[in-house]
């Protein structure tokens, strides 16, 4: 098992950024691929973007690519969720998740195992 602990969300005007990270407990940490997702209030959980156990594959969904950039430092058992450009639709709570399988470009949160509480992103106009 695994814990995440997400950290950096918080308010920001449309046009900046903002780094989301995820620390997670465990030597096990490379073992698992790692994803962000996101809800907004009423909403369900979205997929944001995945990384593999190596950070060498990553990938996104369309709302998100080419403004945001996910990546993951395994000797720090960390991952991060750079995020440029965010736009008013981006506000949500953001989740960290990890997977145990090996399901490279998972985008379903039933695909991971194990998940953060969360961290607020307000992107305001």
């Known amino acids: 098992q695994v814990q995440l602990v997400e950290s950096g969300g918080g308010l920001v005007q449309a046009g900046g950024s903002l780094r989301l990270s995820c620390a997670a407990s465990?030597?096990?940490?490379?073992?698992?691929?790692m994803g962000w997702f996101r809800q907004a209030p009423g909403g369900e959980r979205e997929f944001v973007s995945g990384?593999?156990?190596?950070?060498?594959?990553?990938y996104y969904a369309d709302s998100v690519k080419g403004r945001f950039t996910i990546s993951r430092d395994n000797a720090k058992n960390t991952v991060l969720l750079q995020m440029n450009s965010p736009k008013p639709e981006d506000t949500a709570v953001y989740y960290c998740?990890?997977?145990?399988?090996?399901?490279?470009?998972?985008?379903?949160?039933?695909?991971?195992?194990?998940w953060g509480q969360g961290t607020q992103v307000t992107v305001s106009s």
């Open positions: 465990g030597r096990a940490f490379s073992t698992y691929n």
């Open positions: 998740a990890a997977g145990r399988l090996n399901y490279e470009l998972a985008r379903d949160a039933g695909r991971f195992d194990y």
């Open positions: 990384i593999n156990r190596s950070g060498g594959v990553t």
